[in-house]
Nanobody, 112 residues
Framework: QVQLVESGGGLVQTGGSLRLSCTASGGTLINYSVGWYRQAPGKGREWVAR???????DYADSVKGRFTISRDNAKKTVYLQMNSLKPEDAAVYYC??????WGQGTQVTVSS
């Protein structure tokens, strides 16, 4: 089991960019798939992107071509680069491992 801490959220204008980080402590991410999820007010949690231990990636259709997930195993960190942000991207973003660990989330607000 690892502890996850998300960071990098904030307020950005439509069309802007943010980079989220998910950093592990108490263990390594090297053997885990790591996913990013988001939850907007009044909505369920939505899967956004996933990166596998070998580096392969998957994206939800809603973010494909705008978001990029990457990992730095030496830093025990997974990143989510978010470009061309839209108001509908506003949510609390969480990271999670395939081992079932979750972070506390980081807020992303997109102003129109």
């Amino acid at each position: 089991q690892v502890q996850l801490v998300e960071s990098g959220g904030g307020l950005v204008q439509t069309g802007g960019s943010l980079r989220l980080s998910c950093t592990a402590s108490g263990g390594t991410l090297i053997n885990y798939s790591v996913g990013w999820y988001r939850q907007a007010p009044g909505k369920g949690r939505e899967w956004v992107a996933r990166i596998y231990p070998g580096g392969a990636t998957d994206y939800a259709d809603s973010v494909k071509g705008r978001f990029t997930i990457s990992r730095d195993n030496a830093k025990k960190t997974v990143y989510l680069q978010m470009n061309s942000l839209k108001p509908e991207d506003a949510a609390v973003y969480y990271c999670s491992t395939s081992g079932g660990d979750w972070g506390q989330g980081t807020q992303v607000t997109v102003s129109s």
